[in-house]
């Protein structure tokens, strides 16, 4: 995608102490459009010296930010939030380029990751202490909440405005100050909503952006660096492992929103008609690639035939494309490794019995693009079924009894979402109760909104996001006993 002549918002450089500047090294690295395999930008590659500089920005600006009145620091988000809105076309073209979603989910996930910024510009109001009762008439205890202080953010490339707003808003409405990293392939919706934080006066230093290709330096800096109080981190479970163990030295308060392996499970009483545009909604958006995915579907075997073909004429209405073309509802996986790890998912599943029901054509010559595939008679131990796809591939898998699939569903190492359908309402308290899930969508393929808490269970993660539990995470808790 060639961006459009007078996107002012466009930035290359990395923000640091409100100043936008390139690596010290001068070095930078390529940002591709993975619709067409196009460059498109060339942006500051910053290192671990970089990343101290922004440390240091973010402790120095930490003092007067955390003193700053909490209706100052309310009033600045949601003029971010109007700014962010105001510019949403410009931040989803920019998303679009870089990310290759189609531009209609782009705008979404520009309002969506703004409803946080508009969320916590209210929170930042209520963050109430308590007086507790005495056990001595000279005694007074009070409890006052305060903020961590620096915190580091890490953000994937799957959603690059929406994850960092939502981990930005509750920090700056805590009166922390920030130090983000985003993905090396989607750096340029960071620097973008960094820019419109700036043009809504938040002071400079609190919110410092450091771009670069090796985040294996920086999140050493990051986890390594003892101004940093906190870290919070969208990705792998594998990285989130690696840094709670660099956050132990300090023992660093962190949040983890990592891997996911959600179960989609349709019951012979669900209305069908739903649940297919439930499946659509929650595993085809983002070309399958978000961490809420869908990813075992798990079918009671009376509608087994039924559903399977009702989501063939469904998944039939998909078309591949840019994600800047009219009409496009699929867009392009993020790089070559990622076709390649679901290309091997879905052949390892043929191999062990798998039938491809559809596989839609692929016309692009250029960019990143796996068709959308719908796979039946999926054995419950292809890897498919225990590995996070990633991609736009349904797996189907039969089942009988609600106690079997409540002992498949739970049988991942993973706990972040999982989806019911059914009209059973006895079942779904059942359900709700035994799911080992962080989060459970019933009757629904759309599960996150900035007032509900977001996050997992097991090796999905640590902590919640948006909510009013999404505040807590970034304060410290201060008991306070007065004698007099």
């Not at 706990?415 to 009757?443: C, H, K, P, W």
């Amino acid at each position: 995608m060639i961006f459009p002549d007078g996107l002012a918002l466009l930035r290359t450089q990395a923000l640091i102490a409100g100043d936008w500047c390139e690596a010290e090294s001068g070095k930078q690295f390529p940002v591709f459009d993975p619709a067409s395999g196009e460059l498109i930008a060339q942006v500051a590659d910053m290192d671990a010296a970089d990343a101290r500089r922004a440390i240091q920005a973010a402790a120095k600006a930490q003092v007067d930010w955390a003193q700053t009145p909490v209706k100052e620091r309310s009033l600045l988000l949601r003029r971010w939030f109007d700014l962010v809105m105001q510019h949403q076309e410009e931040l989803a073209q920019i998303l679009t380029a870089e990310q290759g979603k189609p531009l209609a989910e782009a705008r979404a996930e520009i309002a969506y990751g703004a409803s946080y910024i508009e969320w916590f510009a209210e929170q930042a109001k209520r963050i109430n202490g308590d007086i507790i009762p005495a056990p001595s008439r000279h005694q007074r205890i009070s409890v006052i909440k305060q903020p961590v202080g620096v915190v580091a953010v890490i953000t994937p490339w799957n959603f690059p405005n929406a994850m960092l707003a939502r981990k930005l808003a509750p920090a700056l409405a805590a009166g922390c100050t920030l130090v983000a990293k985003p993905a090396a392939e989607t750096p340029l919706s960071a620097l973008a909503l960094a820019a419109l934080a700036q043009e809504a006066g938040i002071p400079a230093g609190v919110i410092n952006i450091v771009t670069g290709s090796d985040a294996a330096a920086i999140g050493a800096e990051l986890t390594g660096n003892p101004l940093v109080r906190k870290i919070s981190f969208t990705g792998s479970t594998a990285v989130g492992k690696l840094l709670i163990q660099q956050c132990a030295a300090d023992v660093k308060r962190i949040t983890l929103e990592l891997g996911g392996n959600a179960p989609f499970i349709v019951f012979d009483d669900a209305d069908l008609d739903a649940a297919v545009a439930g499946a659509i909604a929650s595993k085809f958006r983002n070309a399958g690639q978000t961490c809420v995915c869908a990813n075992r579907f798990y079918v009671q075997r009376d509608i087994y035939t039924a559903f399977s073909e009702k989501l063939e004429v469904a998944m039939r209405a998909l078309r591949i494309g840019k994600g800047a073309e009219q009409g496009t509802t699929i867009g392009p996986l993020i790089s070559p490794a990622a076709l390649l790890k679901v290309q091997q998912l879905v052949d390892e599943a043929i191999s062990c019995g798998a039938q491809v029901a559809y596989q839609s054509s692929v016309n692009a010559t250029q960019g990143y693009f796996y068709p959308p595939t719908l796979l039946t008679q999926v054995p419950a131990h292809a890897a498919l079924a225990e590995t996070e796809i990633f991609g736009p591939v349904a797996a189907l898998i039969a089942f009988d009894e609600e106690a079997q699939v409540i002992e498949l569903a739970n049988r991942s190492v993973y706990g972040l979402a999982a989806y019911v359908f059914t009209r059973d309402y006895a079942r779904i308290q059942r359900l709700g109760e035994q799911l080992q899930t962080g989060m459970l969508a019933i009757n629904t393929g759309l599960i996150s909104n900035e007032m509900a808490p977001f996050g997992g269970i097991k090796q999905s993660g640590w902590g919640r996001e948006g909510s009013i539990y999404g505040l807590d995470d970034y304060l410290n808790i201060k008991y306070i006993n007065e004698n007099f």
